[in-house]
């Protein structure tokens, strides 16, 4: 099961920051990247909105109002992901970046004993 799941049906605005109400909601007001909630992060200000698949790749620039592209973010995450995105040698060696809106967490992630 996802960590994340998104509202059916999508919005559909020309402007994708007009999601962000949404959006935060989707994610519960967490990271979708690292998932830490606002609160820990002083508030919903230091968040932003991620294009999953980056807007500025040209083949993913038909995506910029997709509203199933926009990912919450807090600010780190954002900015270290940035316009990132494997190239096809890389996603031939099996190498992508982890969706939690369509993964189950456990398949990447196993907590320990000690919580961490
Ligand atoms: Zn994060």
Same mark, same amino acid.
């Given at each position: ?5 998104? $509202? ?9 920051? !007009?999601?962000?109400? +949404?959006? $935060?909601? %989707?994610? $519960?007001?967490?990271?979708a990247?690292? +998932?830490l909630? @606002?609160?820990l992060a002083?508030?919903?200000? =230091? *968040?932003? +909105? #991620? ?6 790749i040209?083949? *993913?620039?038909h995506?910029?109002?997709?509203f199933? =592209?926009? /990912? /919450? ?7 270290? !992901?940035?316009r990132?995105?494997p #190239? @096809? ?5 099996? /190498?992508?970046?982890? #969706? +939690?809106?369509?993964?189950d967490f456990? @398949?990447h *992630? $196993?907590?320990? %004993?000690?919580? *961490?």
């Amino acid at each position: 099961m996802s960590v994340f799941t998104r $509202r059916v049906p999508a919005p559909e605005e020309t402007d994708y920051t !007009k999601y962000r109400p +949404l959006v $935060r909601e %989707d994610f $519960r007001e967490c990271c979708a990247y690292c +998932l830490l909630h @606002e609160i820990l992060a002083a508030g919903a200000d =230091n *968040f932003e +909105l #991620d294009h999953f698949h980056p807007k500025s790749i040209p083949e *993913f620039a038909h995506r910029v109002n997709d509203f199933y =592209n926009i /990912y /919450y973010s807090c600010h780190v995450c954002n900015h270290t !992901k940035g316009r990132k995105w494997p #190239d @096809e040698k890389l996603i031939s060696q099996g /190498y992508r970046f982890v #969706d +939690l809106c369509a993964e189950d967490f456990s @398949e990447h *992630f $196993r907590e320990e %004993d000690d919580g *961490f």
